[in-house]
């Protein structure tokens, strides 16, 4: 019981170090981003990096592919744009 103790303050230690790793840079990167881009580029890169992020999550999940959802591709363009 004790080394299963031990593992999991050990893992909960490790997800709030990540968080506050995370956090921080998040702070971090906004603050040099407000300093020398324009706000609209800033949420465009911002928006497009989750997006990514996000895109190979789900495809590391073995989600479908956005082509073989049924989408005719016209559908892909305009959106993406």
């Given amino acids: 019981m004790g080394r299963q103790l031990m593992r999991i303050n050990l893992r909960v230690a490790l997800a709030f170090f990540a968080i ?9 990167a906004i603050r040099v981003a407000v300093e020398t881009i324009p706000p609209l580029a800033t949420a465009g890169v911002r928006h497009l990096v989750a997006g990514l992020i996000l895109f190979v999550w789900a495809r590391g999940l073995s989600a479908a592919s956005p082509r073989s959802s049924g ?7 305009c959106s993406s744009f």
Wanted: charged letters at 5%; glycine letters at 6%.
């Fill in 71 to 77: 989408a005719p591709a016209s559908w892909w363009r």
């Fill in 20 to 28: 506050y790793v995370v956090w921080g840079s998040t702070y971090l």
